[in-house]
């Protein structure tokens, strides 16, 4: 009986192994439609004087660099007046575009660190995964167009860990963010052939039923210690067998598109299918979080597709160059021109009495206002949706100068049904 226990126990591990991390628990749906949250990172910074929109309240006028969102007035507002303050030296020296991506989401000073020992803080996205990213198959998605890095120095003595990562589950791990979108797809909806998966995920529970069977038959027999080790082992096989069942409920048609072969070679397809693969996520209920970094701060990707062929962080620093100032304003044009074709898809898919728009929440911006100062005030920021009817929307929001961007993280976890009493430096909830 002894050499019994052992190879059931060892059974059950191996059946475990494979799939606990992808599974939760099978909870009741939340009545309604669920809210949706996703930050989209601006890289490098704009031409202020083209992006930002003149006027105020729902009597804004549109900028020419947002031209491309003007038929989408109705479903976003553009916030004036946040800041970083810990993206800001502080006493450490350069390194603005490591630590503008590592505070945009945190609210923390980096650490400045090219080694191991790098520290900053857990990001709004991660906090919310955290509290609600069980309700959903994956917690958190997490996106980009560039490969993610973890090590290495990368700007003035900041590791790369803090300048290709968005998102942070603690202090000192980044979440990485994944640049294959077939890698992307798989993690969503599982390897191209549905009824191989089908068929692993039966034989899972057939041999369960084994497992169960004959540990029911050994409880019989069992006593004293050896009761009770079964008594625990028994319970391990149950939940086992929940988290089957909970994968089996809240399993999700593919939707309909095509797996990506891998990266593309053009950027502009590249964000599309990450855009596409974000959507599609959301609209399956696959995870209610998400983030996408366009591209890391200080990239120095060109945009032929546009006529753009210099590098973008070198003409960033303008130096108040018309030329270069225009150029600035055509890849600006191009991301927002690629934002409002995500947020035209969203707004055209139906969800209950409304749109996927409708139930979202999506940020659009950037850490780092003018390239040329590196300035982490007036923060280039658009924030779409209308968050299950709580958020405003077709105004421009000026607020108080310096206010914290950790503030919106504040007011949009709430909104999801986090409980958060701060976010890095937050000093009180955004009224948006």
């Known amino acids: 009986m002894h050499s019994r226990r052992i190879f059931l126990k060892s059974l059950a591990s191996t059946l475990a192994l494979p799939m606990l991390e992808p599974l939760r ?3 009741p749906a939340a009545p309604g439609a669920p809210t949706r949250l996703a930050y989209v990172y601006l890289p490098n910074g704009v ?3 083209l992006w930002f929109p003149q006027g105020s309240g729902k009597n804004y006028k549109l900028s020419p660099s947002l031209e491309p969102l003007a038929g989408l007035r109705e479903h976003f507002q553009v916030i004036k007046g946040l800041a970083l303050d810990k993206a800001r030296a502080n006493g450490d020296g350069p390194g603005d575009h490591a630590r503008a991506i590592a505070t945009y989401l945190t609210g923390c000073q980096a650490r400045k660190t090219a080694g191991a020992d790098i520290k900053i803080g857990i990001s709004a996205d991660q906090i919310a995964a955290k509290q609600i990213g069980h309700l959903t ?4 998605l997490e996106l980009s167009t560039d490969e993610p ?8 003595g900041y590791s790369c860990a803090y300048q290709f990562n968005l998102s ?3 202090e000192t791990t980044p979440a990485p963010p994944v ?10 909806f599982g390897a191209a052939d549905p009824k191989g998966n089908a068929e692993r995920l039966q034989r899972k529970k057939s041999v369960l039923d084994f497992v169960m069977a004959d540990a029911k038959r050994l409880q019989q027999r069992a006593t004293g210690a050896d009761k009770n080790k079964l008594d625990d082992y028994f319970t391990s096989v149950r939940e086992i067998e929940k988290r089957i069942e909970g994968a089996e409920t809240h399993r999700k048609q593919k939707p309909e598109m095509d797996m990506p072969d891998g990266v593309p070679e053009s950027y502009r397809e590249h964000i599309r299918m990450m855009y596409d693969l974000m959507f599609v996520a959301f609209q399956t209920d696959t995870t209610r979080i998400a983030t996408f970094m366009l591209a890391h701060d200080g990239s120095n990707r060109t945009f032929p597709e546009i006529g753009v062929n210099e ?3 070198g003409i960033s620093h303008h130096q108040h160059d018309e030329r270069r100032l225009g150029l600035i304003a055509k890849i600006d044009m191009f991301y927002a021109a690629e934002f409002a074709r995500f947020l035209d898809r969203m707004k055209n898919a139906k969800e209950g009495n409304g749109s996927l728009l409708d139930h979202s929440m999506i940020v659009f911006g950037g850490g780092i206002s003018d390239g040329d100062r590196h300035n ?6 658009i924030l779409a949706g209308h968050g299950n009817g709580t958020l405003s929307a077709d105004r421009l929001l000026d607020v108080k100068d310096n206010t914290p961007l950790t503030n919106l993280h504040l007011s949009l976890l709430e909104r999801m049904g986090v409980d958060a009493e701060r976010v890095g430096d937050s000093t009180g909830k955004l009224a948006i």
């Open 376 to 381: 982490h005030d007036q923060l280039p920021l």
């Open 168 to 170: 942070w589950r603690s």
């Open 25 to 27: 628990a099978a909870l």
């Open 47 to 49: 031409n202020t004087n």
């Open 149 to 156: 890095r973890r090590s290495g120095n990368c700007d003035s």
């Open 311 to 313: 590098a973008h962080h």
């Open 179 to 188: 640049r294959d979108p077939r890698a992307v797809f798989e993690s969503l």
């Open 137 to 140: 198959r994956i917690p958190s």
